[in-house]
């Protein structure tokens, strides 16, 4: 009997092993700031090459499926952030357009997003933060 009871004891697992959290790669990380970065910079409907380039190449970087859901959600906030542009330009004329920003009482989309998305990523984290607008927000802001 004692040594079944040993038998058992050596066999089944004493202790349960959490599963590893997923992380994502370092090289996918650095090229997802940087594009998340340069959305932030984008001040204007329209897409800047740097910009596009920086998602690109994080788009390549990204093997996991996580990597590419950050992916998505980064090209989800600069669409997103091109309509609020492209909504201020339309209701302001070219010349106050120039002149001015938008004003500073209306925040840009998803600039809180964006900053605890690097933050995220930073600590090689796969989770979209709760400050992210969903795919299927239809709202500009």
Do not use: G
């Not at 009997?1 to 959490?18: S, W």
């Not at 390549?60 to 990597?67: I, L």
């Not at 302001?92 to 009482?105: R, V």
């Not at 600039?111 to 796969?126: G, P």
């Amino acid at each position: 009997m004692n040594f079944a009871i040993i038998v058992l004891f050596l066999c089944v697992p004493q202790t349960r092993h959490a599963p590893a959290k997923a992380k994502i790669s370092d090289s996918f990380a650095k090229a997802a700031i940087l594009a998340a970065r340069s959305i932030q910079d984008q001040h204007s409907k329209d897409v800047s090459k740097e910009t596009q380039t920086k998602l690109d190449a994080a788009d390549a970087e990204a093997t996991k499926d996580s990597e590419q859901a950050i992916v998505s959600k980064l090209r989800f906030l600069l669409i997103r952030r091109s309509i609020h542009y492209l909504k201020f330009e339309s209701e302001t004329s070219m010349a106050e357009a120039l002149k001015k920003p938008p004003p500073k009482d209306e925040p840009v989309p998803s600039n809180a997003c964006l900053n605890d998305l690097v933050e995220n990523l930073r600590i090689r984290s796969t989770v979209v933060p709760a400050s992210c607008p969903s795919d299927d927000d239809k709202s500009a802001n």
